[in-house]
């Protein structure tokens, strides 16, 4: 049972774009929740967070929005660089509750030069 | 080193074998998770260590899994009459302090033992 997932499998995007990475989630319990970015052969690495209390955070080109009505998250890289293009991982804890991450499936960013 | 190490890095085996799967977390790093990645998944949690005991175990598969941390820091996660069914990569990772202390979930981790069995 998939508490947290990711629609889309990959998507592609021209440099200097912006990409839209998006996320959903079930369980309501949910009130943190984290971008991670992944390259090939080796670890995910965090890239940003946002607490249920907050509906926006911004690091750099790096932007996380939160919806909690919908159950909807939502990364946005702007402007795409190549070196961006990875997989990325939406993930999400209870603070409360179980002392652990719940990850999507992941989608794979592509940034065409 | 200065960052989770994982050894091997790849482990081919046959079913029904033994394998052990060695993680160095990041020196003083309390926290010590194991999470497995199948092919097209995202990672899954398997266990969390805070210090040298299981705090949470409730995501290790079967009674075939088992994972020690007997000095808090090196971890090392066992698995027993291996079937096809456990080939993935297997992912550690460290914090400083665990989540519900107010980590804001950023984990380290490592690049991970790919387990084939065959």
């Known amino acids: 049972d998939q508490q947290v997932k990711q629609n889309s499998p990959s998507l592609s995007v021209q440099e200097g774009r912006i990409s839209i990475l998006n996320c959903d989630y079930t369980?309501?319990?949910?009130?943190?929740f984290l971008w991670y970015k992944k390259y090939p052969a080796e670890g995910p690495t965090f890239l940003i967070s946002?607490?249920?209390?907050?509906d926006k955070n911004e690091d750099g080109r790096f932007t996380v929005f939160l919806n909690k009505s919908a159950k909807h998250l939502s990364l946005h890289i702007v402007p795409s660089q190549p070196g961006d293009s990875a997989v990325y991982f939406c993930a999400a804890s209870a603070l409360d509750g179980a002392n652990n991450l719940f990850f999507g499936t992941g989608t794979r960013l592509t940034v065409i030069p | 080193g200065a960052g989770v190490s994982q050894t091997p890095s790849n482990k081919v085996t046959e079913k029904g074998k033994y394998v052990e799967l060695r993680c160095d977390p990041i020196?003083?790093?309390?926290?010590l998770y194991w999470y497995r990645q199948s092919l097209g998944q995202g990672p899954e949690f398997l266990i969390y260590?805070?210090?040298?005991?299981?705090?949470?175990d409730s995501g290790l598969p079967n009674d075939r899994f088992f994972a020690v941390r007997p000095e808090g820091s090196v971890s090392t996660l066992k698995i027993q009459r291996t079937e096809r069914g456990d080939s993935a990569v297997y992912l550690c990772a460290s914090s400083l302090r665990p989540l519900l202390a107010g980590n804001t979930g950023e984990l380290f981790f490592g690049e991970g033992s790919r387990l084939t069995v065959l």
């Open positions: 946002i607490s249920s209390i907050k």
């Open positions: 260590f805070q210090g040298t005991g299981a705090a949470d």
């Open positions: 020196s003083g790093h309390t926290a």
């Open positions: 369980n309501s319990m949910f009130d943190y």
